[in-house]
Nanobody, 121 residues
Framework: QVQLVESGGGLVQPGGSLRLSCVAS????????MGWYRQAPGHQRELVAH???????NYGDSVKGRFTISRDNAENTVYLQMNSLKPEDTAVYYC???????????????WGPGTQVTVSS
């Protein structure tokens, strides 16, 4: 089994910062990709930031220059540093990790349960 645990969400004022963390645990042989998506009420889930392979990163247009994704391969952890937060960043943030549980395993994608980020004064 693979489990993703997210942390770091909460309420912050506009202009503030938050740092999200996502730790993957369980039967993990290789992580292929990892990142963050978000979904606001009434909207589709959208890309925030994603390590697609190695060090290649894709950022959503609305967060470029404000958010930074990083990873700790030894700890199977991905982070999202969010600065200059705006009310429109309010959403549930989901961690996503693609991995293999063994050398011969078919790669699969796992999603975390989500963590709420609310930006409001």
């Amino acid at each position: 089994q693979v489990q993703l645990v997210e942390s770091g969400g909460g309420l912050v004022q506009p202009g503030g910062s938050l740092r999200l963390s996502c730790v993957a645990s369980g039967n993990i042989f290789k992580i292929n990709h990892m990142g963050w998506y978000r979904q606001a009420p009434g909207h589709q889930r959208e890309l925030v930031a994603h390590f697609t392979s190695g060090t290649t990163i894709n950022y959503g247009d609305s967060v470029k220059g404000r958010f930074t994704i990083s990873r700790d391969n030894a700890e199977n952890t991905v982070y999202l540093q969010m600065n200059s937060l705006k009310p429109e960043d309010t959403a549930v943030y989901y961690c996503v990790i693609g991995l293999q549980k063994s050398r011969y395993d078919i790669p699969a994608t796992y999603w975390g349960p989500g963590t709420q980020v609310t930006v409001s004064s």
